[in-house]
């Protein structure tokens, strides 16, 4: 059984920064791209980032480019989400996730994802 647990959500100030944590635990974890999701109120979950745990290879969505930074620590079994200058827009409650399939762009798709964590807070205050 495969299991995420997030921590590292928070309130913050626009301009500032938090860091995500994703530990991942389970067997076969090398199938599995891994990334990040976030769902504000009343919108759906957005794709914002992805991780191969194989090669690290990175992929981001244009709306986090340049701010946000995805990266895994193998030998934690531990997946980040850096994010620098934070916007009240990046208000939601963000989740990891793995998946076996990427679209078509490259980007993972939340019905295709296998696992998801809890979810964490991020509340950027204006």
């Known amino acids: 059984q495969v299991q995420l647990v997030e921590s590292g959500g928070g309130l913050v100030q626009a301009g500032g920064s938090l860091r995500l944590s994703c530990g991942v635990s389970?067997?076969?974890?090398?199938?599995?791209?891994m990334g990040w999701f976030r769902q504000a109120p009343g919108k759906e979950r957005e794709f914002l980032a992805r991780?191969?745990?194989?090669?690290?290879?990175?992929l981001y969505v244009e709306s986090v480019k340049g701010r946000f930074t995805i990266s895994r620590d193998n030998a934690k079994n531990t997946m980040y989400l850096q994010m620098n200058s934070l916007k009240p827009e990046d208000t939601a409650v963000y989740y990891c996730?793995?998946?076996?399939?990427?679209?078509?762009?490259?980007?993972?798709?939340?019905?295709?994802?296998?696992?998801w964590g809890q979810g964490t807070q991020v509340s950027v205050s204006s």
């Open positions: 991780i191969g745990w194989s090669r690290g290879g990175t």
């Open positions: 389970g067997r076969g974890l090398t199938q599995y791209f």
């Open positions: 996730a793995l998946s076996r399939s990427l679209s078509d762009i490259g980007t993972m798709r939340a019905r295709d994802i296998a696992y």
